[in-house]
């Protein structure tokens, strides 16, 4: 929960305080909708960096920390499928491998919290 804090805030502070530079560099420079955008999914990763932070003693299999969980395998689940969908157009970069890398791997870890890690709980 921690890392994904982390990961989250950095990606959701880019986007609420570089929203023009982060739309130069999908070639929308001055596109002042998709700052906006940019800046909106900033303040959405910089919200869950915080409930991320809020629920990191959380026991996963808990009635708070469940949730939480399936809600993080959600986001990386689909954000890595999304990315994944860009890998065919040959147009990849070292940044764009990078995060989707990290959204990969939060995918797996989270995937395997949610569906296999038992917690205290008898079942």
Same mark, same amino acid.
């Given at each position: +929960? %921690? #890392?994904?804090? &982390?990961? $989250?805030?950095? #990606? /959701? $502070? *880019?986007?609420?305080? $570089?929203?023009?530079?982060?739309?130069?560099?999908?070639?929308?420079?001055?596109?002042? &909708?998709?700052?906006?955008?940019?800046?909106? =999914?900033?303040?959405?990763? @910089?919200?869950? *960096? +915080?409930?991320?932070? +809020?629920?990191?003693?959380? %026991?996963? /299999?808990?009635?708070?920390?469940?949730?939480?969980?399936?809600?993080?395998? %959600?986001?990386?689940?689909?954000?890595?499928?999304? @990315? @994944?969908?860009?890998?065919? !157009?040959?147009?990849? =970069?070292?940044?764009?491998? %990078?995060?989707? *890398?990290?959204?990969?791997?939060?995918?797996? @870890?989270?995937?395997?919290?949610?569906?296999?890690?038992? =917690?205290?709980? !008898?079942?």
């Amino acid at each position: +929960m %921690t #890392a994904s804090s &982390l990961v $989250m805030a950095i #990606a /959701g $502070m *880019a986007g609420l305080f $570089m929203p023009a530079e982060l739309a130069a560099s999908f070639g929308a420079d001055g596109n002042r &909708l998709l700052q906006v955008l940019i800046q909106l =999914s900033g303040a959405l990763y @910089l919200g869950f *960096a +915080m409930a991320n932070w +809020m629920g990191k003693g959380l %026991t996963i /299999g808990g009635i708070y920390g469940r949730p939480l969980s399936i809600a993080n395998f %959600t986001h990386f689940f689909i954000g890595a499928i999304a @990315l @994944l969908k860009v890998l065919p !157009s040959g147009e990849i =970069s070292w940044p764009f491998a %990078t995060i989707l *890398a990290v959204y990969m791997l939060f995918a797996v @870890l989270f995937g395997y919290l949610v569906f296999f890690h038992r =917690s205290g709980a !008898s079942q």
